[in-house]
C-alpha cells in the first residue's frame, strides 16, 4: 500500500467541489444568491452552450474591494458570519464561504468588482484553483464572474454532463426560481445570444409567475396570504388542470431561500389532495416567512434541505392555509349544473314533483339493469341534437343512464356529463360529516356486538392514543386485552363502513403521522372514513338510492373531485365527441 499523505490543498478543494458544484446550473445558483446577498437589484446571467463552455453573471450590487479579492475565493471566507452563534438565525442565502473557493477549483474563474466609493475596480483570475494577483480594471459598479472551461480538467466529472440545451434548461430553472421570490430585483438570462427569460425590477409576483408558469396559468392562480407573528405565508397556485406528475412547478421558499424538503412537500399534497388528483403537484409558488432562529439551513452544502424547530405548526399551516385557501375558491364550484335538479324537478312521468327528502339509500344488484336498449338509443340521440330528453327516453333518477353499475351519463347544454357514483358519494360522505363536525360530534351507531381486530401490542397503544380523536369522529375503541381492539361504534350515516377495514385505515394514518397535529389525523380520517362508506364501482344503485344521492349532492361546497382528488364529474363538449370521431 502506498504510505498515508496529506493531499494537496488545490486537490482537498475539488474534492470538496462535489458537494456545491455539480453542473453548471449549480455555479449559476451560487453566483446568483451572492449578488442577491450583495445587495443586488439587476443581475444578468449570460451562458455560452448551456453553461459549460462559459457562464458569465453581472450584478450591480455593493462589490468587493481589492484588497479581499483573494480572500473571497479562499475556503471557508465568508462577510455573512463571525461567530458559531451566528448559525442559531442565519437570514442571508449564502454564509458557507465555500461557493466561490469550489468554483474556482474546478474551473476557470474571473472576478471584476467595483465598490460603490472606489473609482476604479480590480480583477483577480483563478485557473483551477491556481490563484493569480490582484489587478487594477475598469468596471462599473458591481461584481462580474466569469466561469470558463467547467469541469476540463476533472474529465471524471465532465463526462457527467448532459447535452447543452438540457443544462441550459437547468440554469435557466434556477434564475426563475429566485426570479419569482425576489421582487425588486431585475433578473436576465441568455444562452449562446438567444434571451430565455427576464423580468423587470418593478414586475409584480402576478408578472414574474406569468414569466415562469406562462400567463395563461398566471391569470387563473389564486391568491394566498396568511400573515402571522412568528410564521407567515404566501401563495400563488395554479388551476387543477395544470397540475403535473412531476414537482418542477412546486417553488416552495423558506425567507427568500428556494428549498425542496420531502415533507413540505407531502404538507403541500395534503393541502391540495381534495382538488389536485392522485399522484400529481400542484402548480404552486409558496413562500415562508419565519423567524430564523427557528430554522436550521445548515444542513447540506447546496442549501436546499432545512430543518424546523416547529415541525408540526409549520407544516400544519401549509396544510390548513391550502385547504382554507381552496375551499373558497371558484375551483369548489359546479360548472354544469346541480346533480340534484332533475330530481327535484321531474318525475318519470314527465310531471312536477316537490323538492322533497328522499329516503335513506338501498344499495343492491338487481336482475337486469331497467335500462332498454331503445331508451340507450334515444340518449345517445339527444346527445348528438344538444337536445333535452323527452320523458319517455328518460331512464332511471331523471336524465341520468348507469353504465356499468359506475358511470352516470346526462346530457347537458354544449356537450354530456359523466359522473363516477363512487366518487360523488365520497364526497357527499366527507361534506355531511363535516357538518356534523361544525355542528358538534359526528352521530354514533353503537355496534351490538363489537368488532374485533387482532394487532400487536405496539399498534393497540397508538391508536388508542389518538382514541379521543376517534370518539370525536363517531368511532368508538377501547382495548379489548393484551393485543385486541374493540370497535364499539361507527358513524351513523356510514351504513357500508367496515370496522376492520376503517381500523387498519387508522393504524395507517397513524403510524404515517406521529408527529401529526389532530386536526391533521382528525382530517385523515374523514377521508378514509367517506371513502370506505360509499358506494363502490360496479354496485347497482337503484332508482331510490340513486334519486337520494343525487339530492343529497345537490348543494355540496365542492362537487369537483372526491375526497383523494379523482373527478367527481367530467364534461365531454361536443367538440370532443366531433373529435373522437375524426369530424374534428
Same mark, same amino acid.
Given at each position: 500500500?502506498?504510505?498515508?499523505?496529506?493531499?494537496?490543498?488545490?486537490?482537498?478543494?475539488? #474534492?470538496?467541489?462535489?458537494?456545491?458544484?455539480?453542473?453548471?446550473?449549480?455555479?449559476?445558483?451560487? &453566483?446568483?444568491?451572492?449578488?442577491?446577498?450583495?445587495?443586488?437589484?439587476?443581475?444578468?446571467?449570460?451562458? $455560452?452552450?448551456? %453553461?459549460?463552455?462559459?457562464?458569465?453573471?453581472?450584478?450591480?450590487?455593493?462589490?468587493?474591494?481589492?484588497?479581499?479579492?483573494?480572500?473571497?475565493?479562499?475556503?471557508?471566507?465568508?462577510?455573512? $458570519?463571525?461567530?458559531?452563534?451566528?448559525?442559531?438565525?442565519?437570514?442571508?442565502?449564502?454564509?458557507?464561504?465555500?461557493? $466561490?473557493?469550489?468554483?474556482?477549483?474546478?474551473?476557470? @474563474?474571473?472576478?471584476?468588482?467595483?465598490?460603490?466609493?472606489?473609482?476604479?475596480?480590480?480583477?483577480?483570475?483563478?485557473?483551477?484553483?491556481?490563484?493569480?494577483?490582484?489587478?487594477?480594471?475598469?468596471?462599473?459598479?458591481?461584481?462580474?464572474?466569469?466561469?470558463?472551461?467547467?469541469?476540463?480538467?476533472?474529465?471524471?466529472?465532465?463526462?457527467?454532463?448532459?447535452?447543452?440545451?438540457?443544462?441550459?434548461?437547468?440554469?435557466?430553472?434556477?434564475?426563475?426560481?429566485?426570479?419569482?421570490?425576489?421582487?425588486?430585483?431585475?433578473?436576465?438570462?441568455?444562452?449562446?445570444?438567444?434571451?430565455?427569460?427576464?423580468?423587470?425590477?418593478?414586475?409584480?409576483?402576478?408578472?414574474?409567475?406569468?414569466?415562469?408558469?406562462?400567463?395563461?396559468?398566471?391569470?387563473?392562480?389564486?391568491?394566498?396570504?396568511?400573515? =402571522?407573528?412568528?410564521?407567515?405565508?404566501?401563495?400563488?397556485? %395554479?388551476?387543477? *388542470?395544470?397540475?403535473?406528475?412531476?414537482?418542477?412547478?412546486?417553488?416552495?421558499? @423558506?425567507?427568500?431561500?428556494?428549498?425542496?424538503?420531502?415533507?413540505?412537500?407531502?404538507?403541500?399534497?395534503?393541502?391540495?389532495?381534495?382538488?389536485?388528483?392522485?399522484?400529481?403537484?400542484?402548480?404552486?409558488? /409558496?413562500?415562508?416567512?419565519?423567524?430564523?432562529?427557528?430554522?436550521?439551513?445548515?444542513?447540506?452544502?447546496?442549501?436546499?434541505?432545512?430543518?424546523? !424547530?416547529? *415541525?408540526? #405548526?409549520?407544516?400544519?399551516?401549509?396544510?390548513?392555509?391550502?385547504?382554507?385557501?381552496?375551499?373558497?375558491?371558484?375551483?369548489?364550484?359546479?360548472?354544469?349544473?346541480?346533480?340534484?335538479?332533475?330530481?327535484? *324537478?321531474?318525475?318519470?312521468?314527465?310531471?312536477?314533483?316537490?323538492?322533497?327528502?328522499?329516503?335513506?339509500?338501498?344499495?343492491?344488484?338487481?336482475?337486469? /339493469?331497467?335500462?332498454?336498449? +331503445?331508451?340507450?338509443?334515444?340518449?345517445?340521440?339527444?346527445?348528438?341534437?344538444?337536445?333535452?330528453?323527452?320523458?319517455?327516453?328518460?331512464?332511471?333518477?331523471?336524465?341520468?343512464?348507469?353504465?356499468?353499475?359506475?358511470?352516470?351519463?346526462?346530457?347537458?347544454?354544449?356537450?354530456?356529463?359523466?359522473?363516477?357514483?363512487?366518487?360523488?358519494?365520497?364526497?357527499?360522505? /366527507?361534506?355531511?360529516?363535516?357538518?356534523?363536525?361544525?355542528?358538534?360530534?359526528?352521530?354514533?351507531?353503537? @355496534?351490538?356486538?363489537?368488532? /374485533?381486530?387482532?394487532?400487536?401490542?405496539? *399498534?393497540?397503544?397508538?391508536?388508542?392514543?389518538?382514541?379521543?380523536?376517534?370518539?370525536?369522529?363517531?368511532?368508538?375503541?377501547?382495548?379489548?386485552?393484551?393485543?385486541?381492539?374493540?370497535?364499539?361504534?361507527?358513524?351513523?350515516? @356510514?351504513?357500508?363502513?367496515?370496522?376492520?377495514?376503517?381500523?387498519?385505515?387508522? &393504524?395507517?394514518?397513524?403510524?404515517?403521522?406521529?408527529?401529526?397535529?389532530?386536526?391533521?389525523?382528525?382530517?385523515?380520517?374523514?377521508?378514509?372514513?367517506?371513502?370506505?362508506?360509499?358506494?363502490?364501482?360496479?354496485?347497482?344503485?337503484?332508482?331510490? +338510492?340513486?334519486?337520494?344521492?343525487?339530492?343529497?349532492?345537490?348543494?355540496?361546497?365542492?362537487?369537483?373531485?372526491?375526497?383523494? =382528488?379523482?373527478?367527481? !364529474?367530467? &364534461?365531454?363538449?361536443?367538440?370532443?365527441?366531433?373529435?373522437?370521431?375524426?369530424?374534428?
Amino acid at each position: 500500500m502506498s504510505p498515508i499523505r496529506k493531499l494537496d490543498a488545490v486537490v482537498v478543494d475539488q #474534492i470538496a467541489a462535489g458537494e456545491v458544484v455539480e453542473r453548471p446550473s449549480s455555479v449559476v445558483k451560487e &453566483l446568483v444568491e451572492n449578488a442577491l446577498d450583495a445587495g443586488a437589484t439587476s443581475i444578468d446571467v449570460i451562458l $455560452l452552450d448551456g %453553461g459549460l463552455r462559459r457562464i458569465e453573471v453581472r450584478d450591480n450590487g455593493h462589490g468587493i474591494v481589492a484588497a479581499e479579492l483573494v480572500l473571497a475565493v479562499t475556503s471557508h471566507a465568508t462577510s455573512k $458570519l463571525s461567530s458559531s452563534a451566528d448559525l442559531e438565525a442565519i437570514a442571508s442565502l449564502g454564509f458557507r464561504g465555500e461557493a $466561490l473557493a469550489s468554483i474556482a477549483s474546478v474551473a476557470r @474563474l474571473e472576478v471584476i468588482s467595483r465598490t460603490p466609493h472606489n473609482p476604479a475596480g480590480a480583477s483577480l483570475k483563478v485557473d483551477f484553483g491556481v490563484v493569480g494577483e490582484v489587478r487594477d480594471a475598469a468596471a462599473v459598479k458591481g461584481t462580474r464572474f466569469i466561469v470558463a472551461d467547467l469541469f476540463a480538467e476533472l474529465p471524471a466529472r465532465r463526462k457527467f454532463m448532459k447535452q447543452a440545451s438540457t443544462e441550459a434548461g437547468h440554469c435557466v430553472a434556477w434564475v426563475e426560481r429566485l426570479a419569482l421570490v425576489h421582487e425588486g430585483v431585475a433578473f436576465r438570462c441568455e444562452n449562446n445570444g438567444r434571451l430565455m427569460f427576464e423580468v423587470r425590477a418593478d414586475d409584480d409576483l402576478s408578472a414574474r409567475c406569468a414569466s415562469v408558469f406562462g400567463a395563461h396559468i398566471a391569470q387563473r392562480m389564486i391568491a394566498l396570504d396568511r400573515p =402571522g407573528e412568528g410564521l407567515s405565508c404566501s401563495a400563488r397556485i %395554479g388551476p387543477p *388542470e395544470s397540475a403535473r406528475r412531476d414537482a418542477r412547478r412546486v417553488h416552495l421558499f @423558506l425567507n427568500g431561500r428556494w428549498v425542496r424538503d420531502a415533507r413540505l412537500l407531502r404538507a403541500v399534497r395534503e393541502g391540495v389532495k381534495e382538488y389536485v388528483p392522485i399522484g400529481y403537484y400542484p402548480t404552486l409558488f /409558496l413562500a415562508l416567512h419565519l423567524d430564523p432562529e427557528r430554522v436550521d439551513v445548515n444542513v447540506h452544502p447546496q442549501k436546499t434541505e432545512v430543518r424546523f !424547530r416547529d *415541525e408540526r #405548526i409549520v407544516f400544519g399551516t401549509v396544510v390548513s392555509t391550502l385547504r382554507q385557501c381552496l375551499a373558497a375558491s371558484t375551483w369548489a364550484t359546479r360548472s354544469v349544473g346541480v346533480f340534484g335538479s332533475a330530481v327535484a *324537478e321531474t318525475s318519470s312521468s314527465g310531471g312536477a314533483t316537490s323538492s322533497h327528502s328522499f329516503p335513506a339509500p338501498s344499495w343492491q344488484r338487481p336482475d337486469d /339493469l331497467r335500462t332498454s336498449s +331503445a331508451q340507450r338509443l334515444d340518449l345517445a340521440s339527444a346527445v348528438a341534437a344538444q337536445l333535452p330528453l323527452t320523458s319517455a327516453a328518460q331512464p332511471a333518477a331523471a336524465e341520468f343512464l348507469s353504465i356499468a353499475n359506475t358511470f352516470l351519463f346526462r346530457p347537458v347544454a354544449g356537450g354530456v356529463e359523466i359522473i363516477d357514483q363512487h366518487a360523488l358519494h365520497e364526497r357527499v360522505n /366527507l361534506e355531511e360529516l363535516r357538518r356534523e363536525i361544525r355542528q358538534g360530534q359526528v352521530v354514533m351507531q353503537p @355496534l351490538l356486538v363489537p368488532a /374485533l381486530v387482532d394487532l400487536s401490542r405496539t *399498534e393497540l397503544e397508538l391508536l388508542l392514543g389518538w382514541q379521543k380523536t376517534f370518539l370525536r369522529l363517531g368511532v368508538d375503541v377501547d382495548a379489548f386485552g393484551a393485543t385486541t381492539l374493540a370497535i364499539r361504534g361507527v358513524p351513523a350515516r @356510514l351504513t357500508r363502513l367496515h370496522p376492520e377495514k376503517l381500523v387498519m385505515d387508522l &393504524l395507517e394514518m397513524a403510524a404515517e403521522n406521529r408527529a401529526a397535529s389532530p386536526e391533521m389525523i382528525q382530517e385523515e380520517m374523514l377521508f378514509s372514513m367517506a371513502c370506505r362508506g360509499a358506494v363502490m364501482a360496479g354496485d347497482y344503485v337503484d332508482r331510490e +338510492a340513486l334519486q337520494s344521492l343525487l339530492q343529497r349532492g345537490a348543494n355540496l361546497p365542492q362537487d369537483r373531485t372526491c375526497a383523494h =382528488g379523482r373527478p367527481v !364529474r367530467i &364534461l365531454l363538449s361536443i367538440e370532443d365527441l366531433e373529435k373522437a370521431f375524426f369530424r374534428r
